[in-house]
T-cell receptor, first 109, second 114 residues
Framework: TQLLEQSPQFLSIQEGENLTVYCNSS?????LQWYRQEPGEGPVLLVT?????EVKKLKRLTFQFGDARKDSSLHITAAQPGDTGLYLC?????????FGQGTELSVKP | GAGVSQSPSNKVTEKGKDVELRCDPI?????LYWYRQSLGQGLEFLIY????????KSGLPSDRFSAERTGGSVSTLTIQRTQQEDSAVYLC????????????FGPGTRLTVT
């Protein structure tokens, strides 16, 4: 059983569309992170959310931490081909990161 | 400044051979992590070094896996008697703090066991 459940696992959309990726758990976390990984590279940290209900924006990306700090979402507005990649949510547990399975996003021009 | 580097970038080995994977963390980062990423398994934690403390080895899948960190800097992950199921990308990350946040990843070593 995955501690962090991400959905959807795969998403293929056209340029300009909006999308939302979800990260859910039955556990409460002190913080949650989102990473983006491109082929042949390691994950790169996009954002850390700490406070329940917190919303953070990074250009066209909006991240939200659930009020109960058990879930998070990533919303991309007007997706671009450059947004293509693997999006991973992660939570720290005992000083180490536990990752969700990831969402493979493909944005077609 | 340089990021996390890993070597080799690719390694092909025969089943039963031993392999060593190297990680050079960001200078000054006290924490170093090893993860494994394989198809269908996602990214799984292997081992965590924090300063001079005993490492957290709770993620190592078997006693064929071991890691050391010399001088609080460079780390080597060793896999003995490799098996085909060891084929994966091995990622190293480092961070400056103790919380596990803000981890910076290397590009990984792709290990293929034939």
């Amino acid at each position: 059983t995955q501690l962090l459940e991400q959905s959807p696992q795969f998403l293929s959309i056209q340029e300009g569309e909006n999308l939302t990726v979800y990260c859910n758990s039955s556990s409460v976390f002190s913080s949650l992170q989102w990473y983006r990984q491109e082929p042949g590279e390691g994950p790169v940290l996009l954002v850390t959310v700490v406070t329940g209900g917190e919303v953070k924006k990074l250009k066209r990306l909006t991240f939200q931490f659930g009020d109960a700090r058990k879930d998070s979402s990533l919303h991309i507005t007007a997706a671009q081909p450059g947004d293509t990649g693997l999006y991973l949510c992660a939570a720290t547990q005992g000083g180490k990161l536990i990752f969700g399975q990831g969402t493979e996003l493909s944005v077609k021009p | 400044g340089a990021g996390v580097s890993q070597s080799p970038s690719n390694k092909v080995t025969e089943k039963g051979k031993d392999v060593e994977l190297r990680c050079d963390p960001i200078s000054g980062h006290t924490a170093l992590y090893w993860y494994r990423q394989s198809l269908g398994q996602g990214l799984e934690f292997l081992i965590y070094f924090q300063g001079n403390s005993a490492p957290d080895k709770s993620g190592l899948p078997s006693d064929r896996f071991s890691a050391e960190r010399t001088g609080g800097s460079v780390s080597t992950l060793t896999i003995q008697r490799t098996q085909q199921e060891d084929s994966a990308v091995y990622l190293c990350a480092s961070s400056a703090g103790t919380s596990g946040h803000e981890q910076y990843f290397g590009p990984g070593t792709r290990l293929t066991v034939t």
